[in-house]
Each structure stands twice: as structure tokens, then as C-alpha cells.
């Protein structure tokens, strides 16, 4: 049996649903291992995946008898093979934050129910952590440490920021990575200073501080990681910046743990950077796992506590508009007395030869 959508099914019951149609690939993966295109129909009496002809081979070489999903190819289905499908449902969930408005109305044509929402059900439960997932992260993790240490001996005055992201791909995707898990993120001298920078064709300069901000997927499990580079020197005002920055870095790890909450964090960690005449752009941090950005969010306004076996970013940042922009970020595992950091990588300042 598989064990992800019994509970899938048993959360379905307590919410008065008697089926659901998971349209996300990422929660599709997350219940079954299905990486193709297609729906998971959970219904009344079976667990039935809808994909393409294409993929149909693909899919049942990765299912099991015990996962109990039946595969059909969509085009030997009609109008009335899709209707029969919820047959004797009241209500059927669906994924709102996911699904447009066109796909609901199709929706609503071809099965013929009543759509629930169902507020993020199978995200929520993909917050904790599994022992594999954990697993997978932690590869992930140690593959950008490997990047980043590479990177360090390949960065060269008169480099592109262009050149180092493409370079940061390759390497990924040589040394045992699916890819990435987001465009890296390669940012020098005052284009630093947007915490969203795209890597453009800006030249590496004698003095630059580099901003890479990069992660990887290995199994579709993300890693997350920002380091500063600093080209021959560190100037005193960068270096001031690197230690509120790091200091912040620390006190919010050192706050994370089981029970503790992110509101409260966040709030700490503002009132820090503010203290020390920043003020803050982005979030300290967020949850890591399928998707890059996925719960638990680190936030001013939202209560939500820390369990042991969250996956989550710290990424406190300083910046100064049109100057330059410092951030250093580690993915840690939440566990009952603290983080366990999974992106290992030094936080001293990095001081390259360029």
C-alpha cells in the first residue's frame, strides 16, 4: 500500500471529500515518484493516473503493485469514462492555488462533480521531511559546497557574471546533480545591491565582491546557498556589512528549533539589520524541499511553529541601493534542540586571487 496517499485519503474523510484530482507535478512526484505529465485521480475505490501515451511505459516501470495506481493513456478515454471516474462522489477536491480558472471549468465539464478546494493539503503535509528526503537535500547540499569550492579557483578578473551562472549549470549537471533548482543567482560589484540580480554581462573587477546565490536537485530535492566573493581584497566598508550580515546569520540559527516560532524569529532578526541601520528586503528564509520556495515560510505576520525535520533556508541579507548587497545563506535541518547545517561551506569571508 502506498502509505503517502493512504493518508491522502484518510485527511480526504475528515474534510468531507470523497476523492481529489492532484494536478500538481510536484505533489504528484511527492505521493507516487511520477516525475511525466498526467493527473492522480484519487476516487472512491482506486488511485488512477491519466498521462499521455508517450509516458505510459515510463510510469509503470517506476510503480508497484503496492503503490496501486492504475495507469491510462488519455486517449483511450471518452466523456463518459472520465464522468464515471467520481461516480457516487458528493465532493471532490482540487488544487486552487495551482489549477487556472480554464482548467477548472474543463475540469468541471469532464468529471462532472462538485470541486472543493482543498488549501494546499498535499504542501502542507510535505513540510516534514522524510529519512529519504532528508537524504536526497543533503546530496544536493554537498554538491553546491563542491560547486562553490570549484568556483573559487575559476572566477577570474574579466569573467562575465553570464559566464560564472552558465559555469555554475555545468558543473551541476557533471557531477551528479538532475540541475538546478533555480536560475543561480551571480551578482557583482553595485548590481549586489538586488537581491534578484540576473546575471548579466558585467565584467569582474580588481576589488569586487560577487553575490552567488545557487542550488541544485538531486532526486528533485533542492539545496539552497548563498557566498560572497570577494576579488583580492575585502574593503572595510564590505567587511562591515559581511559581519551584521553574519552575526544575524548565527543568531537566527542558533534560535531554530523544534517548537520555536517563525514570526518571532523573523521579528528578531529585522530588528537586528534595523539596529544596525539596514533595512530589510526579503524574508529570513523559507522552506526547502521539492520546490525551492514551499512551507514553512519565515515571516513578520504569519505565526507558524518549527517541527523537527523541516527543511528551511536562513538568508538574512544587508543592502544599499545602487552599492552593493551582502547575503549568506545555509539550508538546515530543524531538530529538537537546534539546526543541523546541510550546506557546509565556510561563512568567513571568501578572498579569492583573481
Known sequence: MNIKIKWLRDKLRTQNLQGMIVSNPVNVKYLTGIEAEGE???????????????????VNTILTIEDEILVNDKKNLNKDDYAAFFMFCENVGFEENFVTYAEYKEMLQKYRVNLMETEKIVESQRIIKEEKEIQCIERACEITDKCFEYLQSFIKIGMTEKEIAFEIERFYKTNGADGVSFEPIVASGHNSSMPHAVPGNRKIKDGDLILIDMGCKYKGYCSDMTRMIFVNCIEDEYKEAYDICLKNNEMVEKEIKDGKNMKTISQNSNNDLKVNGYSPLHSVGHGVGLDIHEKPFFSITYDQQLKENMVVTVEPGVYKT?????????????????????????????????
Open 40 to 58: 492522480l485521480l484519487i476516487t472512491l475505490r482506486e488511485n488512477i493516473f491519466i498521462t499521455d501515451s508517450r509516458y505510459v511505459e515510463a
Open 322 to 354: 545602487g552599492q552593493f548587497g551582502i547575503r549568506i545563506e545555509d539550508t538546515v535541518l530543524v531538530g529538537k534542540m537546534g539546526i543541523t547545517r546541510l550546506t557546509k561551506s565556510s561563512k568567513e569571508p571568501t578572498i579569492i586571487n583573481g
